[in-house]
């Protein structure tokens, strides 16, 4: 059941692909609006000009964007990804196809600026700066005192005080303060650069840190905590309250963070609130090399790439843990590569990762670590073909087949072979089990048919592509090793269910949609 909370788009090509190939295939582009400033998502109370903000609105010159607490906005400024942080107000002081200028009266901004042609110019003015760059990836907080502070995580950003007219070029990996009236600060590296400075071997230390969080931290105090602190620079964020299959209200909130400590990660984290309970999912993707500006390089080839050529990223490791915050589903994929098709003469390549670990426990688990039971693994001989001698059962387990980690019982699409509903059942060797529906609902709890998707009035690729980017998917895990003690029981028994959004996924590359229907 390899990588769960993505399994069903890209195990074995991706779910949707084996489903119903010609409708969905791993090939998106990546479209950018330009003269144009448009609100990507939102979280929270977000405000245009005193009035709520709506995704997919666009803002106009001298427009106020602001966030209150525990709110934030992703907006595309001439294609430039822009994240509002809480308690900012922003206004778009100016806006033409040469040059975007964002004017921030208060609060934080983060901007991941793409390579701009010779006369493009993007800046963000503050009380005290200007802050111009060409190609970057940089964030400007102005306090209460109005000072400015700039740090700069890739790229080079050239930081000006207005009145003395003094600048200063910030490197990767350099902050700057400006007070007004006074001339920038000498530019002194981040925390996160000093610590690397120090010691090349703490990224075992780091990546050690970075699984413990993914592993062990599933109180809700604590995913909550982080994740206050995460979303302030998160690159993807969504947001929004809707309906789940069973009638219940949820809230989702997701997003995708880079953690400073590894310049080779990023990491996918969504948070679902019930009446009654609080459910997670937290996935840490790691690469062979140091990311790049715009993360859709990466992600639109991490599971699968066509071509001669294997993608310059590849993932060497993928992290996961799925949570009602006392039970827990842990997985760990190790030594990644890309595999072609045909060695002579690739047409395409693969994901393959040479170990994999599946584990079932709780919050009261002591076993490995405090992962809990270890259900099944797998260690490829070298291959790069599973064996049935390279995977390892719970004791006892010994399958004829050898993909399967046990006794398995499928019901694949359960209410019929048009209704997006796909369950199945694995049984071990103490009777332990583990049981899985997968679901693709709209915002009002309604499981999707063929037909909701693709009638006579949705039938080019744009169409399908705006439906789909509407739909959620809920994914249900029940256990007999569940115990789920602290959530108060609902009907629907102990469980762990999650939804995310495939508007996220799709923003951030991770889920790529069809340029036509014959692909």
Same mark, same amino acid.
Request: hydrophobic content about 35%; overall charge negative; proline content about 3%.
């Given at each position: ?13 991706? =779910? ?403 209704? =997006? ?99």
């Amino acid at each position: 059941m390899g990588c769960e909370l993505f399994e069903k788009f890209n195990k074995d090509g991706g =779910f949707m692909k084996k489903i119903i190939t010609n409708l969905f295939y791993f090939l998106f582009l990546l479209t950018l609006s330009y003269s144009a400033v448009t609100i990507d998502s939102t979280i929270g109370d977000v405000k245009v000009n005193g009035n709520t903000a709506v995704i997919g609105q666009k803002l106009n010159l001298n427009d106020l964007i602001k966030t209150s607490i525990r709110s934030t906005a992703i907006l595309s400024v001439n294609g430039h990804r822009v994240t509002v942080a809480q308690r900012t107000e922003a206004l778009i002081a100016d806006l033409t196809d040469e040059t975007s200028l964002l004017k921030v009266l208060m609060g934080r901004i983060r901007a991941v600026v793409m390579k701009l042609k010779i006369k493009q110019k993007f800046e963000i003015k503050t009380p005290t700066a200007i802050c111009a760059v060409r190609g970057t990836d940089f964030a400007v907080e102005i306090g209460e005192d109005l000072n400015t502070r700039l740090e700069v995580y890739e790229g080079i950003v050239a930081a000006k005080e207005e009145t003395t007219g003094s600048e200063v070029f910030v490197n990767p990996g350099e902050f700057t303060t400006i007070q007004k009236g006074e001339a920038p600060k000498e530019p002194q590296k981040l925390e996160s650069e000093k610590k690397e400075e120090k010691a090349e071997d703490k990224k075992d230390e780091f990546k050690s840190e970075a699984q413990r969080e993914i592993f062990m931290e599933i109180s809700r105090d604590s995913v909550m905590g982080r994740a206050a602190e995460e979303i302030k620079l998160a690159e993807y964020q969504n947001g929004k309250a809707l309906i789940d299959v069973y009638g219940k209200r949820v809230r989702l909130e997701e997003y995708i963070y880079r953690p400073p400590e590894d310049k080779k990660q990023f990491k996918y984290v969504v948070l679902n609130e019930r009446e009654n309970r609080f459910d997670f999912g937290k996935i840490l993707f790691t690469f062979n090399k140091e990311l790049p500006i715009n993360l859709n390089d990466v992600t639109k080839n991490m599971f699968h790439s066509d071509g001669s050529t294997a993608p310059g990223w590849y993932l060497t490791n993928l992290d996961s843990v799925m949570s009602n915050t006392y039970d827990k589903i842990l997985e760990e994929a190790s030594d990644g590569k890309m595999v072609a098709n045909d060695s002579a003469d690739p047409t395409e390549w693969n994901l393959f990762f040479s170990k994999y670990k599946f584990y079932i426990g709780n919050t009261d688990s002591t076993a490995n670590s405090g992962k809990g039971k270890l259900m099944w693994q797998f260690a490829d001989t070298g291959d790069n073909i599973p064996q049935k001698s390279e995977f390892t059962y719970l004791p006892g387990t010994q399958n004829e087949s050898h993909t399967d980690p046990a006794s398995t019982t499928v019901s694949l699409m359960p209410e019929g072979t048009n209704i =997006f509903h796909f369950a199945y059942k694995d049984v071990y060797a103490d009777n332990s089990w583990v049981e899985k529906h997968n679901y693709i609902i709209n915002d009002d709890g309604k499981t999707q048919q063929f037909s909701d998707i693709v009638d006579s009035e949705n039938v080019s690729s744009e169409k399908i592509k705006e439906k789909i980017l509407t739909l959620n998917f809920q994914n249900v895990y029940t256990s007999s090793l569940f115990t789920d003690q602290n959530s108060v029981d609902d009907g629907l028994g102990k469980r762990i269910d999650l939804i995310f959004s495939s508007k996220l996924l799709s923003d951030s590359g991770i889920l790529s949609l069809p340029n036509s229907l014959n692909q």
